[in-house]
């Protein structure tokens, strides 16, 4: 299985980025998909989930009501759309392939894709 994130870039606050990572070697509905950010220095933290069949989603509290993350089965894409920017949301997104159905714990997942820089400037 690879996955090949794309789609950051450099945005004003206030401004819209949608990540996209394409899974290849197993369909998308086999997988839990999440994505995940790392900030310099910091730890590799949770962003968004979405289950195996797309009907259960789950936020980080930083990023609820302004992200949201979706999956399309024909491309098997998974996307992150990130609205209202912040520069605190400045950081590598990564997203990842689960076996579980769901899951929010960076342990739980299997597979990894290569991250997208995303860089908010104020």
């Known amino acids: 299985v690879q996955l090949q994130a794309s789609g950051g870039g450099l945005v004003q606050a206030g401004g819209s980025l949608r990540l996209s990572c394409t899974v290849s070697?197993?369909?998308?509905?086999?997988?839990?998909m999440g994505w995940f950010r790392q900030a310099p220095g910091k730890e590799r933290d949770f962003v968004a989930a979405?289950?195996?069949?797309?009907?259960?989603?789950s936020y980080a509290d930083s990023v609820k009501g302004r992200f949201t993350i979706s999956k399309n089965y024909a491309v098997n894409t998974v996307y992150l759309q990130m609205n209202f920017l912040k520069p605190e949301d400045a950081a590598v997104y990564y997203c990842a392939a689960s076996r579980s159905w769901i899951a929010t714990m960076r342990s739980d997942y299997d597979y990894w894709g290569q991250g997208t820089l995303v860089t908010v400037s104020s």
């Open positions: 979405i289950s195996r069949s797309a009907g259960t989603t």
């Open positions: 070697g197993r369909t998308l509905s086999t997988y839990g």
